[in-house]
């Protein structure tokens, strides 16, 4: 199993433009999520899913959508990207985080808009 | 919602000390606090977890240790080595009440060994 896999790993972006950090999962797990790490704010829930079709939001929403069509895949876009959302950003996933099986996390993706 | 602090930020240890690094919560429904670790350059991974119902876990050199009462757990690594160089992080979870699927991250500390 490849695990959690992240893209792109470096991105640079201008104010105002918009892309998509792709995430994928191959261990059939229901849970999915996206965090953003700053230095010294921890990790921080942005939006998440337990299964295909269902998001809700964490602590941090704001000017993130997510999509869940399908188990593997969980998208996150930036429509509009602000200099605030310079971060790296980690997707995790877990079997079910209900049972609290421990979240598996991509190699992250370092994101700077200018 | 819940809010996890942690302490300290950095903490520098030598050699074969032991570190210990301490969070508390502000949930008291909060029931699941597991830890985990993020060398440099690299993606977070679980060391250890504790649920409300069990006051201390232990791991070869790693143990949690919970007190429910006052809320807060802690986090003792033994006879430190080189590679336990590294970001920890806490984190808490209310696992009684279903549906609710956020962990709640505390802000980390780096972890220095000191050869």
């Known amino acids: 199993n490849a695990g959690v896999t992240q893209t792109p790993k470096f991105q640079v972006l201008k104010t105002g433009q918009s892309m998509t950090l792709q995430c994928a999962q191959d261990m059939n797990h229901e849970y999915m999520s996206w965090y953003r790490q700053d230095p010294g704010m921890g990790l921080r829930l942005i939006h998440y899913s337990v299964g295909a079709g269902i998001t809700d939001q964490g602590e941090v929403p704001n000017g993130y959508n997510v999509s869940r069509s399908t188990t593997e895949d969980f998208p996150l876009r930036l429509l509009s990207a602000a200099p605030s959302q310079t971060s790296v950003y980690f997707c995790?996933?877990?079997?079910?985080?209900?049972?609290?099986?421990?979240?598996?996390f991509g190699s992250g993706t370092q994101l700077s808009v200018l | 919602g819940e809010n996890v602090e942690q302490h300290p930020s950095t903490l520098s240890v030598q050699e074969g000390d032991s570190a210990v690094i301490k969070c508390t919560y502000s949930?008291?429904?909060?029931?699941?606090f597991p830890w985990y670790k993020q060398e440099l350059g690299k993606r977070p991974q679980l060391i250890i977890d504790?649920?409300?119902?069990?006051g201390e876990k232990k791991d070869q050199r790693i143990a949690v240790t919970l007190n429910k009462t006052a809320k807060h757990f802690s986090l003792h690594i033994t006879e430190t080595q080189p590679e336990d160089s590294a970001v920890y992080f806490c984190?808490?979870?209310?696992?009684?009440?279903?549906?609710?699927?956020?962990?709640?991250f505390g802000t980390g500390t780096r972890l220095t060994i000191i050869p």
């Open positions: 995790a996933s877990s079997y079910s985080i209900q049972l609290n099986e421990k979240l598996f």
């Open positions: 504790i649920r409300s119902n069990v």
């Open positions: 984190a808490s979870r209310d696992i009684s009440n279903f549906g609710n699927e956020k962990l709640t």
């Open positions: 949930d008291s429904a909060s029931n699941y």
